[in-house]
């Protein structure tokens, strides 16, 4: 059974960091996308970042230069390094995880999907 668990949300002030975290269990694919998705009250749910299993990453526009996408493979865990916040970054983040496609993580649709922690940036 595949299990993702997000950890590190919080409340700051705008320009401050916070740095969250996904641990993942359960899950095999040797070749895997994983990424970070935002939804805040009354939008749709948007993606932030992604990375693949061979390590290249995807950034939203609106966060480029100022998030940080990482995994740790021992210890089965992703990361989201988010500097610089701006209330425009509130929201519930979570992570999901799925099965790379022949031509990255774009076009991928993820079935499984941790809780969600949430983030408020005031």
């Known amino acids: 059974q595949v299990q993702l668990v997000e950890s590190g949300g919080g409340s700051v002030q705008a320009g401050g960091s916070l740095r969250l975290s996904c641990v993942v269990s359960?899950?095999?694919?040797?070749?895997?996308?994983m990424g970070w998705f935002r939804q805040a009250p009354g939008k749709e749910r948007e993606g932030v970042a992604t990375?693949?299993?061979?390590?290249?990453?995807s950034y939203a526009d609106s966060v480029k230069g100022r998030f940080t996408i990482s995994k740790d493979n021992a210890k089965n865990t992703l990361y989201l390094q988010m500097n610089s916040l701006k209330p425009e970054d509130t929201g519930m983040y979570y992570c999901?995880?799925?099965?790379?496609?022949?031509?990255?993580?774009?076009?991928?649709?993820?079935?499984?999907w941790g809780q969600g922690t949430q983030v408020t940036v005031s």
């Open positions: 359960g899950y095999t694919q040797s070749r895997y996308c």
């Open positions: 990375i693949a299993s061979d390590g290249v990453t």
């Open positions: 999901a995880a799925d099965r790379r496609l022949w031509d990255g993580c774009g076009r991928v649709k993820y079935n499984y």
